[in-house]
């Protein structure tokens, strides 16, 4: 008869709880009006060709994909993915004209070396005179000779031979027409343009399923924080779901193609001076379609950091997008005002980051990174242990180090920088708190348990934390004073 030695020694074996991973900020959306082939909510994706075969390879979501996936780095470099996800709305539309087939008149057409003709763009009249289009030999040649003349229009040859004038804004209030000319040859006549047998379509307003209805429908059962859209949608549902991301943990963006929406009445300035910093608007005045690309691109190489290395932060200032070309309208006056307005820009100069209430592109995704992690850190604190955090100093120490913990990451990262702290506010002891931030660049801090009040120690609740960060920032640009003698 033996006895076991549970009888003197007895031991039980536990596993460790696991946590919640950290989120992971470089998973981005397309939020797409494509119809796919599949029927799920949504799908994710690492590479363009599987987008390709599920929408086809000439869609506007494959080639949103390529633009994704083309840059270097991109979403895949921070361990992040695409997530497409299908929506049942219908785009906005811009207003147009559109010629009947040019062909007989095209000889007519290319001998014109004074023509003019008056395009009237959502109420603005437009001359245009002295046009030459003998230097062209076709259509399209025509169309690139007005599309010089028409910034603010997209001129497109359609049908082989008609002639197509959109406006490179959408929703019912646009529409384009045209007019005789005053001087010279007149392009509207029945020999030239023949406008009296032309066909002009108002626009119209995006409709069905809202970019906020889709966010609704999917909640939680997918994670993105970064997202743009295929859906083209006029500036006041724009601006209604800047309003609505505000509220949220994700980041918008958008694009603009009117050098009209640089101005100070436009949808831009809403957006700016109500300080919605999670939206972040690219002017790209080449096309809709290619401002949407241009986007997608930009999104990419934002999300791309590798929050768990070393100087792995990046801004976008200054950064070249893959398959993208500069803006050729962009001048030093629309800088002037896409800086007003807190307007991203890509231009011979790269890409140019502009601020909406002092945050940038990439601070918008450095404070949702931050944010989410540190939430995920607490969380972990309080689930990883297999017996209790106890209210007590060492239960608060705990705490505030799994906080720092993420604040030292940020160090790492160079999201945050020591520094000096420039504000009146502080917490604490403010000698203290001042020489945290200027030699580690971020301060934790709780009042002491002992002072809790008896209700939230009832409650079983932490002391407020409190945490003081200095963002490293990023140098955009340099003034040089030289001083020269013979």
Same mark, same amino acid.
């Given at each position: 008869?033996?006895?076991?030695?549970?009888?003197?020694?007895?031991?039980?074996?536990?596993?460790?709880?696991?946590?919640?991973?950290?989120?992971?900020?470089?998973?981005?959306?397309?939020?797409?009006?494509?119809?796919?082939?599949?029927?799920?909510?949504?799908?994710?994706?690492?590479?363009?060709?599987?987008?390709?075969?599920?929408?086809?390879?000439?869609?506007?979501?494959?080639?949103?994909?390529?633009?994704?996936?083309?840059?270097?780095?991109?979403?895949?470099?921070?361990?992040?993915?695409?997530?497409?996800?299908?929506?049942?709305?219908?785009?906005?539309?811009?207003?147009?004209?559109?010629?009947?087939?040019?062909?007989?008149?095209?000889?007519?057409?290319?001998?014109?070396?004074?023509?003019?003709?008056?395009?009237?763009?959502?109420?603005?009249?437009?001359?245009?005179?002295?046009?030459?289009?003998?230097?062209?030999?076709?259509?399209?040649?025509?169309?690139?000779?007005?599309?010089?003349?028409?910034?603010?229009?997209?001129?497109?040859?359609?049908?082989?031979?008609?002639?197509? @004038? %959109?406006?490179?804004?959408? *929703?019912?209030?646009?529409? &384009? =027409? !045209?007019?005789?000319? #005053?001087?010279?040859?007149?392009?509207?006549?029945?020999?030239?343009?023949?406008?009296?047998?032309?066909?002009?379509?108002?626009?119209?307003?995006?409709?069905?399923?809202?970019?906020?209805?889709?966010?609704?429908?999917?909640?939680?059962?997918?994670?993105?924080?970064?997202?743009?859209?295929?859906?083209?949608?006029?500036?006041?549902?724009?601006?209604?779901?800047?309003?609505?991301?505000?509220?949220?943990?994700?980041?918008?963006?958008?694009?603009?193609?009117?050098?009209?929406?640089?101005?100070?009445?436009?949808?831009?300035?809403?957006?700016?001076?109500?300080?919605?910093?999670?939206?972040?608007?690219?002017?790209?005045?080449?096309?809709?379609?290619?401002?949407?690309?241009?986007?997608?691109?930009?999104?990419?190489?934002? @999300? %791309?950091?590798?929050?768990? *290395?070393?100087?792995?932060? &990046? =801004? !976008?200032?200054?950064? #070249?997008?893959?398959?993208?070309?500069?803006?050729?309208?962009?001048?030093?006056?629309?800088?002037?005002?896409?800086?007003?307005?807190?307007?991203?820009?890509?231009?011979?100069?790269?890409?140019?980051?502009?601020?909406?209430?002092?945050?940038?592109?990439?601070?918008?995704?450095?404070?949702?990174?931050?944010?989410?992690?540190?939430?995920?850190?607490?969380?972990?604190?309080?689930?990883?242990?297999?017996?209790?955090?106890?209210?007590?100093?060492?239960?608060?120490?705990?705490?505030?180090?799994?906080?720092?913990?993420?604040?030292?990451?940020?160090?790492?990262?160079?999201?945050?920088?020591?520094?000096?702290?420039?504000?009146?506010?502080?917490?604490?002891?403010?000698?203290?708190?001042?020489?945290?931030?200027?030699?580690?660049?971020?301060?934790?801090?709780?009042?002491?348990?002992?002072?809790?009040?008896?209700?939230?120690?009832?409650?079983?609740?932490?002391?407020?934390?409190?945490?003081?960060?200095?963002?490293?920032?990023?140098?955009?640009?340099?003034?040089?004073?030289?001083?020269?003698?013979?």
């Amino acid at each position: 008869m033996t006895i076991g030695l549970a009888n003197i020694i007895n031991v039980s074996l536990s596993s460790v709880p696991t946590g919640l991973p950290n989120p992971n900020i470089n998973s981005i959306a397309l939020f797409t009006n494509d119809v796919p082939s599949f029927t799920d909510e949504y799908k994710i994706y690492i590479n363009s060709t599987l987008v390709a075969q599920d929408f086809g390879t000439n869609s506007v979501t494959a080639k949103c994909a390529e633009s994704i996936f083309a840059q270097s780095p991109n979403v895949l470099s921070g361990d992040g993915r695409l997530v497409v996800i299908p929506m049942n709305g219908v785009n906005a539309i811009s207003g147009l004209t559109t010629t009947k087939d040019l062909t007989p008149n095209l000889g007519n057409i290319l001998a014109v070396s004074d023509g003019s003709i008056k395009v009237n763009v959502n109420g603005v009249q437009l001359e245009l005179a002295d046009i030459d289009f003998t230097k062209a030999t076709n259509i399209e040649g025509i169309a690139d000779i007005l599309q010089q003349k028409l910034v603010n229009v997209i001129i497109e040859v359609v049908d082989t031979n008609k002639l197509k @004038f %959109s406006s490179k804004k959408v *929703g019912v209030s646009q529409n &384009i =027409t !045209l007019v005789s000319g #005053t001087t010279g040859t007149d392009l509207y006549g029945a020999n030239f343009f023949d406008i009296a047998n032309a066909t002009t379509i108002s626009g119209a307003n995006a409709s069905g399923e809202s970019i906020s209805d889709t966010i609704t429908r999917i909640g939680n059962t997918v994670e993105y924080y970064g997202f743009t859209t295929t859906l083209q949608m006029e500036d006041d549902i724009v601006t209604s779901l800047a309003s609505t991301v505000q509220a949220i943990d994700k980041a918008f963006f958008y694009y603009a193609s009117d050098t009209n929406d640089l101005e100070p009445t436009a949808f831009t300035e809403t957006i700016n001076s109500a300080s919605q910093t999670k939206t972040k608007i690219l002017f790209y005045s080449l096309s809709r379609t290619q401002a949407l690309y241009s986007c997608c691109a930009s999104l990419s190489r934002l @999300f %791309s950091a590798n929050f768990a *290395g070393s100087n792995t932060s &990046i =801004t !976008l200032h200054l950064k #070249t997008l893959a398959n993208i070309v500069p803006d050729p309208v962009i001048d030093d006056n629309l800088i002037t005002k896409a800086k007003e307005r807190g307007v991203d820009v890509y231009t011979n100069l790269h890409y140019i980051s502009y601020s909406v209430a002092g945050d940038y592109a990439d601070t918008i995704v450095h404070k949702l990174w931050f944010k989410l992690t540190i939430q995920i850190a607490g969380y972990n604190f309080l689930k990883t242990t297999n017996t209790k955090v106890p209210q007590t100093p060492r239960g608060m120490e705990g705490l505030r180090n799994s906080y720092s913990a993420v604040c030292q990451q940020a160090i790492n990262a160079n999201i945050l920088a020591p520094n000096n702290w420039n504000s009146i506010d502080t917490f604490g002891d403010p000698e203290t708190f001042r020489n945290n931030i200027r030699d580690k660049g971020y301060y934790v801090y709780n009042i002491p348990i002992s002072e809790q009040s008896q209700n939230d120690r009832d409650d079983r609740k932490a002391p407020l934390i409190q945490i003081a960060i200095k963002f490293s920032g990023a140098i955009h640009s340099s003034t040089v004073s030289i001083f020269a003698e013979n």
